[in-house]
């Protein structure tokens, strides 16, 4: 059951404000810069995953400074874009994906990623959060990006009732607009 009393517009204008004197979350602001393709998004989503955002911004520029596309990274193999991320959690098997995505894009879509969230959720290692974050800043689709923190957050706000992340996405694309 929803909290009455909750009132999601004051939240989230509370929050805004509140983030408003930090940086932009780091995938936000490469998308800022110019990285704003779904395969850029898609590839800094993956780097971030149990990265923070103090290493996956410049590893992340530091690989598109090299490749920035999917020919590129495929240019690059597994071993070079192993040795460009080296800064991030699990980086060997992050390069590995992040090569066969380039694969798959170059095979199957003339290197280009489509705005297609069954496309992205196929990819071994992509799940909804960033599957979803990569259709909102890559494609400007209305998506919602769900992780434990956005469903404890909303848990203990009384905004939705839910036990895990995935059943909080849903409630979540229910209630908001």
């Not at 779904?38 to 955002?53: M, Y």
Request: with cysteine.
């Amino acid at each position: 059951m929803t909290n009455p009393a909750f009132d999601i517009d004051e939240a989230m204008r509370r929050v805004e404000a509140a983030v408003r004197p930090f940086p932009k979350a780091a995938l936000f602001e490469l998308a800022e810069e110019g990285h704003a393709s779904v395969f850029e998004i898609l590839v800094a989503c993956i780097l971030s995953i149990r990265t923070r955002d103090e290493v996956t911004l410049p590893v992340a520029r530091s690989l598109f400074t090299h490749a920035r596309t999917p020919n590129d990274i495929l240019a690059l193999g597994v071993e070079g874009v192993d040795q460009l991320i080296r800064a991030v959690s699990f980086h060997e098997r992050k390069a590995a994906q992040i090569v066969a995505i380039a694969r798959h894009a170059v095979e199957h879509h003339n290197g280009k990623l489509p705005c297609h969230r069954e496309t992205l959720l196929a990819f071994k290692g992509v799940g909804p959060k960033c599957a979803n974050l990569t259709l909102a800043i890559a494609c400007g689709e209305p998506f919602i990006a769900v992780d434990v923190h956005v469903h404890r957050i909303t848990n203990r706000w009384g905004y939705v009732h839910t036990r895990t992340p995935e059943e909080t996405l849903r409630e979540l694309e229910h209630k908001l607009p």
